[in-house]
């Protein structure tokens, strides 16, 4: 599954130094004015999964292969950005590829960084971005609404859901809330999707701090979180500076750096963990000699969906699929010793897949 999150904020926010710690180059220009980034710069990311590494110690994999998500740095957006301020619409239009959005917001003072706005206030930052990706719409919607209106009239079926739908948008945005608010029928879920709205996408909200306030955040980032629950969005804190520093160095080094900061893993970690979640996914693998590879499921796939994402042939003709839970394979040191405990199961069809299930498929 091709995932992809748009890191958008203010000038100056650390959307950038978060950009180059998440793909660990310098691509993302971090300089201290606005618009440093003018095109999208995009990079794979693999998503932290130590469970892999303990298969593959158990099965002597060669390779491991993490599912993986894209970040897409979007050029810092300004008030009037939906008006073609600092080139808005363009940076707007990149955030409509996307499958969610990662808000970043500046909770950290630095007297030698400036802010857009000449203040530190990490609600009206969000405020700002979010506005201006409600009124984006809003005009999108608008430029619309009459023509689908007239096909509607005429007896078009797929007019007159679009009708309905953009109804249903329209009601929230013209009362200063997102698109997200809105509730979709699954049926109605793919034509929801085709109205490309900037403000239905997923949200999350990043608290970017000081060094000093890393592991447990400060009074900034709590507001943030705050906003966050009340908007039904997902929030996570983390210095993109200290982990712009971790990014260089090695495994063993970045340990004892997270060591002395009193940190048990990289704030980049949670941060992808969340945007996975974020996106209603999760992960099974498969295991043998050759790797140990984790496969990108959204929670409630069936076994033929979760094997159709490794050729759609296996999902044609799927027969039954093998399985066995992580803790068992784990527990018993491999496949063998779990067939033989009688944990290794055969699912059929309407079996659904559970988040580290371990799975072999049979296919015609």
Same mark, same amino acid.
Not at 139 to 149: D, G, I, M
């Given at each position: +599954? ?131 990706? +409600? ?32 109804? +249903? ?196």
């Amino acid at each position: +599954m091709a995932l992809k999150v748009a890191i958008v904020g203010l000038p100056n926010v650390g959307k950038s130094t978060l950009f180059n710690a998440l793909t660990k180059t310098a691509a993302a220009q971090a300089a201290n004015y606005p618009f440093c980034t003018i095109e999208p710069n995009t990079g794979d990311v693999a998503v932290p999964e130590p469970r892999l590494e303990q298969l593959a110690a158990i099965a002597g994999s060669k390779d491991i292969i993490p599912s993986r998500i894209t970040f897409v740095d979007i050029a810092g957006l300004v008030r009037g950005a939906s008006k073609g301020e600092g080139l808005g619409n363009q940076f707007l239009a990149n955030i409509r590829d996307c499958d969610a959005v990662a808000f970043v917001a500046r909770c950290f003072v630095d007297d030698d960084i400036t802010h857009v706005e000449n203040r530190i206030d990490p609600i009206s930052d969000l405020d700002i971005i979010e506005t201006e990706l +409600m009124l984006a719409d809003l005009e999108s919607l608008e430029k619309r609404v009459v023509n689908v209106e007239k096909k509607a009239k005429g007896g078009d079926k797929e007019a007159q859901t679009a009708l309905r739908l953009i109804n +249903m948008a329209l009601t929230p945005l013209r009362a200063g809330k997102p698109a997200r608010v809105v509730k979709v029928d699954k049926e109605d879920e793919k034509a929801w999707h085709m109205l490309q709205l900037l403000t239905s996408l997923p949200a999350l909200y990043v608290a970017n701090v000081d060094e000093a306030s890393a592991d447990k955040g400060n009074e900034l980032s709590d507001l943030v979180a705050k906003r966050a629950a009340a908007d039904n969005a997902k929030s996570v804190v983390i210095s993109a500076k200290i982990d712009s520093e971790l990014a260089v160095l090695d495994p063993e080094e970045q340990a004892e750096f997270l060591e002395g900061l009193g940190l048990a893993e990289p704030g980049l970690n949670r941060l992808i963990r969340e945007a996975y979640a974020l996106l209603g996914l999760q992960s099974y693998f498969t295991v043998g000699p050759k790797e140990a590879r984790a496969w990108t499921i959204p929670v409630g796939a069936t076994a033929p969906q979760a094997a159709g994402v490794i050729h759609t042939d296996f999902e044609k003709g799927f027969i039954r699929a093998e399985t066995i839970a992580f803790d068992d394979f784990v527990a018993l040191k491999g496949e063998a010793r779990a067939r033989e405990a009688g944990k290794l199961r055969a699912e059929g069809k309407a079996y659904v897949v559970k988040d580290g299930d371990v799975m072999n498929f049979l296919f015609n």
